[in-house]
């Protein structure tokens, strides 16, 4: 996999699979190009040093998160790690 493949599949991850809703974030990180889940990705927040990791379906979630704009870290070995900025929704 390479890392416009990462790139894309993140994008996707945000715009399609992201739900913030009640202090919790909900996500799914797929292959872009093989439209398949990805596991054992690290989902990390800085900020409040919590970290998960994607299961065998790519899902992920964190509970009880407070009402601010949070950075998300991804990193998988064979992939680009990213980082996107989480705004919650009013």
Not at 50 to 74: A, C, H, V
Not at 76 to 82: D, W
Request: hydrophobic letters at 35%; zero cysteines.
């Amino acid at each position: 996999m390479n890392n416009k493949t990462i790139a894309i599949l993140l994008w996707l991850l945000l715009i399609s699979n992201f739900v913030i809703s009640q202090n919790n974030i909900h996500g799914r990180i797929i292959n872009a190009k093989e439209q398949t889940p990805v596991e054992n990705v690290n989902v990390y927040i800085p900020e409040l040093r919590r970290s998960t990791t994607s299961n065998d379906k790519g899902e992920f979630s964190f509970n009880n998160l407070p009402s601010t704009t949070l950075y998300i870290q991804f990193t998988s070995v064979g992939y680009k790690s990213e980082v996107k900025l989480i705004t919650p929704e009013n």
